[in-house]
């Protein structure tokens, strides 16, 4: 199975700002790629998927995501955070007709006011 | 449209017991996955089940296991509780569509899990 690493435990931005969490995983091979997020108090939401394609994928909430293979990376990001955007993020990785998520160890974004 | 449901919301237990949690999944949904979170860490992955069948099981012991109803619904069983089985426990439903393609997960609000 993948290993997925995320690259900050902890980020804290001021709102406005620019975000970007880096994502890699551990072998190439076709796969699908994830984000996931987690607001406080709330349950594990899709924020978008890379399945093929466009390796820059748009997710909700003015969430982008590039795919480049090469480096075997998915980083986030988000061109002007609001406060709303606190929460925890997660990467995910599957090879291609699997159904195992692999996810990272989260990243914790508090924006500040 | 109900998401995934599980219950119950929290539980607590002491080392040794034995624990049931229970996942009802999205209508239409024949698939379901289990995950275990521990605090400060990504989901890990521990059963996925599709029609009534364990398709996958991940890297945890036999204590734990797992079984899916006619109805979808499933419940994951853990034996012999230890401190380390303290965690938030996931389930995710989906759609499975073809054998080869990756089918969304829709995750529950979870059960967390104490261990005493």
């Known amino acids: 199975a993948q290993s997925v690493s995320q690259h900050n435990h902890h980020v804290i931005l001021s709102e406005a700002a620019s975000l970007e969490l880096g994502c890699n995983y551990s072998?190439?091979?076709?796969?699908?790629l994830f984000w996931y997020v987690q607001y406080p108090g709330q349950h594990l939401q899709l924020l978008l998927k890379y399945f093929s394609g466009d390796p820059l994928v748009k997710g909700i909430k003015g969430f982008e995501a590039e795919f480049i293979k090469s480096k075997f990376s998915f980083n986030l990001r988000k061109p002007s955070v609001q406060w709303s955007d606190t929460a925890e993020y997660f990467c995910a990785v599957t090879d291609r007709g699997d159904y195992k998520l692999s996810f990272g160890a989260g990243t914790t974004v508090t924006v500040r006011a | 449209d109900a998401g995934v449901t599980q219950s119950p919301t929290h539980l607590i237990k002491t080392r040794g017991q034995q624990v049931t949690l229970r996942c009802s999944p999205i209508s239409g949904h024949k698939s379901v996955s289990w995950y275990q979170q521990v605090l400060g860490q990504g989901p890990q992955f521990i059963f996925q089940?599709?029609?009534?069948?364990?398709?996958g099981r991940g890297n945890f012991p036999d204590r734990f296991s797992a079984r899916q109803f006619p109805n979808y619904s499933s419940e994951l069983n853990v034996n012999a509780l230890l401190l380390g089985d303290s965690a938030l426990y996931l389930c995710?439903?989906?759609?499975?569509?073809?054998?080869?393609?990756?089918?969304?997960?829709?995750f529950g609000p979870g059960t967390r899990l104490t261990v005493l």
């Open positions: 995710a439903s989906s759609f499975v569509g073809s054998p080869l393609s990756y089918n969304e997960q829709f």
């Open positions: 072998y190439g091979g076709t796969v699908n």
């Open positions: 089940y599709y029609e009534k069948e364990e398709r």
